[in-house]
Each structure stands twice: as C-alpha cells, then as structure tokens.
C-alpha cells in the first residue's frame, strides 16, 4: 500500500485542514554537547535544567551542564522530578519554576522529566490554578494563553517521542488516572536528540519505552482519519492531536520499520549501537506523527491498567512503590485492541503488520488483526514482555473495575478507528488478559 490519500477525502462537516508542530531538532551522536550552543543562539543568560534524582549525577546530565557552563549560561538544576509524574509533583516543580527567575528551561532525561518541565514552564509563565489547563471534562480545558519559554529537550530514554509533543502527561490523584495537558505552546523549542544516552539504558526500559514508541506509530496510522474528526474546531482553535494524515502515517511507518528492525537486538545488547541509535530515531519520528494523530485504545486502556495494578516492580525503574513502565502498560492491551479495529480499516493494519516484519503476502484483509496482532507477540515474547494483564495480577472479576477505570479517557478513546462502548471496553480488557 503506498499511500492512504484516498482515506482523507471530505466528508460534510470536516474540518478543511491539519496542523503540524514539531521542534526544531538536531539528531546525532554527541549532539547533547549543543544545549549551550542553542541556549545561546535562543538568548538564554540563565536556564533551570530539569532533570530525575537517578539522572542527576550521571554523564548526560554532566555533558548538557558542561557545555551550558562552556557557553556562559547560568543554571540552576531541579532533580526532584517523579518517575510517573503526577499533580503533585508537577506542582512542586511549577513552584521551584516560578521562584527560579530563568529565562527558559533545559530538559534532560525520559518523558518523566520533559513532561514535568513543560508543565513547570506553563505554570511559572502563566500562574494559574493547576486544574486550568487540564484537559477537559477532567480539567478546564483552558488554552495556555500565550507562548512559553525556550525549552531546550534532551531526551535519555528511547520511546516517548515526549521532545517533540505539546503533551504532558500525569497521574490525577484525587482520581488515581492518567491525564493530561495538551498545547502546541508546549513543543520544545529546540530537541537535541543524541543516541549516546542510550548505552546506559536498562534492558527492561529499552523494551518498555520502545514498545511506547512502538504503539504511538501503531496508533497514529489506524487513528480515526482526519476528516473524520468529531467536533471539528477549526484554525487555531485545531487541537493539537486530530486524527491520521498522510505526513503522520509516513513518519509513524518508518518508524515501525525501525522497531521491527531494532527492537529486540537494542534490547537484547547494550552495546549495540546500531539498534539503539535506530531506536532513537523511530522514537523521535513516532513522537511527530503520534503528536499530530492521536493515540487512541492502547494508550486509554493502558491508564487504568496503570492505576490499578498492585504490587509490580520492574528492574531499571524506582523501587519502593508499584510502578508499571508507561509503556508495559500501553502493549499490554496491543493485540487485544487490534484485533477489534482491524475490521474497520484493515489495509492500514495490515501495512502496520508488514512495517514491522510480518510476512502479509498472502494476507487477505480478514487477516489483517490476526497478522497485526502475532507480530506485536512475536516482539513481546522476544523482550521478555509479561503475558497479558493477568502477569499483573488482573484476573475476570477485575474487569470491571478496569472498564470503571478507562471511562476518563474517553477524550482518547474516541479516537479510535470505531466506535467503542463499556461493552467493548470489557471485552477489550477480558481478550488482554493472557495471550500465550
Ligand atoms: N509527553 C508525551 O508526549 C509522552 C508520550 C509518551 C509517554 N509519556 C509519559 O512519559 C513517562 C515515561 O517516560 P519514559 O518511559 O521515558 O521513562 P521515565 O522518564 O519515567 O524514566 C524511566 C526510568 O529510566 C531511567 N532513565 C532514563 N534515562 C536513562 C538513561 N539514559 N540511562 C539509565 N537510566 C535512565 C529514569 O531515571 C527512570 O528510572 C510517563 O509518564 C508517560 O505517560 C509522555
Ligand atoms: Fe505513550
């Protein structure tokens, strides 16, 4: 299939457009060595570097100091970032913004830390009451009102693309799920993107963030068409995610060549360069298209999953407290999703098959969720993924309360290929509890 253009034709009540926002990003090795550079060329005389307590003393985070000092920029670090940021912990970081007196901010570390700078950044440049600008029915919904400071990204995990997204994501604790702030005030300025961190990276969190990665590019191509948006706000009110378009299905495509390629090798060896940079790559590319796309069912299911999960711990990641990676989460319920949407378009889930390796030459378009759907387990079992939800400890009477669980992300969920109810919720969650 070579392209989808014929999908993007209009419907009544389309909207007559798409947007697209990314950073301006330099890829390549070493390239962390230029956050002085464009800090410079940004007119930063002082910046908060914000970055996790794991990070905070290690060689990334040095390299990005180093040439910030070399280049005369005063900085001032904030390490208290959490894993898993929720809304109490991006208000402390908002505090410290608001008090830092910076003209604008460095990020280094996974999506944790680029998240929370993005919010602190909002929040320190427009004070407002933390449910402002979350999205609604959850929060406000409010727009940010005008641009934000330069913020230089610099990513240390390969997989949430979160350098060049106007997305922050965290966990609501009054209701123990997922949400967020969108805005494409909030893309970084500028993302250095440097497969040189990689080397330092964790088996488990190569495979958690590339299986992330992974879904964001799986999720842009088989996202509701553009045309098809519901509710389409126009012009500068378009929000920042409105469905697949032909430049997101082209980035989320290469990207899932990369993952098919790289996966499991990057994986499997640290110290192979090749799969790891290329990780990185795809990571950045899933990031543009899934920005502009959407995710839909993976990512909406995968917020209960996090919420309710009891007692789980993953080598690579804090200790102390149940943390499921964000993007165990998210391929826990891959198959399970696709095959339900595969009906609905399946010539782009059968491309998304062949983009990762699978043989579909003598597919027909009733394979296509089937093809879809073995090629995510082939890559799972590869990568020591656990086997379904009920490795997490979920069993049949817990479906419910997953369902319960997924409702607010619905403003997600409804970006989805179909139309899906609380019916096909639970069916959805009851097909991912064990899948070999
Ligand atoms: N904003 C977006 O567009 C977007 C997209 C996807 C996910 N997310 C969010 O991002 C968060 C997850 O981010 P993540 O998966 O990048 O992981 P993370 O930032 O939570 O970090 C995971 C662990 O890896 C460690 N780590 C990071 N880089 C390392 C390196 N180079 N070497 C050794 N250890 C390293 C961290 O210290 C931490 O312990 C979740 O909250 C998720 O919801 C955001
Ligand atoms: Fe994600």
């Known amino acids: 299939m ?46 908060a570097l914000f970055t996790d307590r794991h990070l905070a003393g290690g060689e990334h985070v040095a390299k990005v100091k180093a040439s910030l000092a070399a280049a005369k920029v005063d900085t001032i670090v904030f390490d208290e970032v959490a894993i898993e940021p929720t809304d109490l912990s991006l208000q402390h970081a908002a505090r410290f913004a608001r008090d830092a007196n ?34 609604a029915p959850i ?5 940010a009102p005008g641009a934000v400071k330069p913020h230089i990204a610099c990513p240390t995990t390969s997989g949430t693309g979160s350098e060049t997204t106007g997305i922050a994501i965290f966990t609501l604790t009054s209701l123990n799920a997922k949400t967020g702030i ?68 082209a980035l989320a495509a290469q990207a899932l060549d990369g993952v098919g390629k790289y996966l499991v090798r990057a994986v499997a060896d640290a110290s192979d360069v090749e799969a790891r940079t290329e990780m990185m790559y795809a990571a950045m590319l899933a990031g543009i298209a899934f920005n502009a796309a959407g995710c839909h069912l993976p990512h909406g299911l995968s917020y209960a999953v996090s ?26 319920n891959n198959p399970s999703v696709w095959r339900h949407t595969a009906p609905a378009h399946p010539a782009r889930h059968l491309h998304c098959a062949q983009c990762l390796g699978a043989d579909t030459r003598d597919a027909t378009p009733d394979d296509a969720g089937e093809a879809l759907a073995g090629r995510v387990i082939e890559l799972m079992r590869a990568t020591d993924i656990p086997n379904g939800l009920a490795a997490l400890g979920f069993g049949d009477d817990q479906i419910d309360a997953l369902a319960a669980g997924a409702e607010p992300q619905y403003r997600v969920i409804k970006n989805a290929p179909v139309d899906i109810g609380a019916d096909e919720i639970r069916r959805l969650f009851r097909a991912a509890l064990r899948y070999w």
């Open 2 to 47: 070579a392209c989808c253009h014929a999908d993007f034709a209009a419907v009544e009540g389309s909207d007559r457009g798409f947007t697209l926002g990314m950073p301006t990003f330099t890829f390549g090795s070493g390239v962390l060595a230029e956050a002085g550079g464009n800090a410079v060329e940004l007119g930063l005389k002082r910046v």
């Open 102 to 135: 910076v003209d604008g901010y460095v990020s280094v570390g996974g999506g944790s830390v680029m998240d929370t700078c993005k919010a602190a950044n909002l929040y320190a440049t427009y004070p407002a009451d933390f449910m402002t600008y979350v999205n």
């Open 139 to 143: 929060g406000a919904g409010q727009r």
């Open 182 to 249: 969108l805005s494409r005030r909030l893309i970084p300025t500028v993302a250095l993107v440097d497969p040189d961190v990689t080397h330092s990276l964790p088996a488990n969190v190569v495979a958690a963030t590339g299986f992330d990665c992974m879904s964001h590019a799986l999720e842009s191509i088989t996202a509701r068409l553009w045309p098809r948006r519901l509710n389409p706000a126009q012009g500068v009110q378009r929000p920042v995610s409105q469905g697949a378009n032909a430049f997101s299905d």
């Open 307 to 332: 919420g309710l999960t009891k007692d789980w711990h993953v080598a690579g990641y804090p200790q102390g407290k149940t943390l499921v990676p964000h993007g165990m989460a998210v391929v826990l």
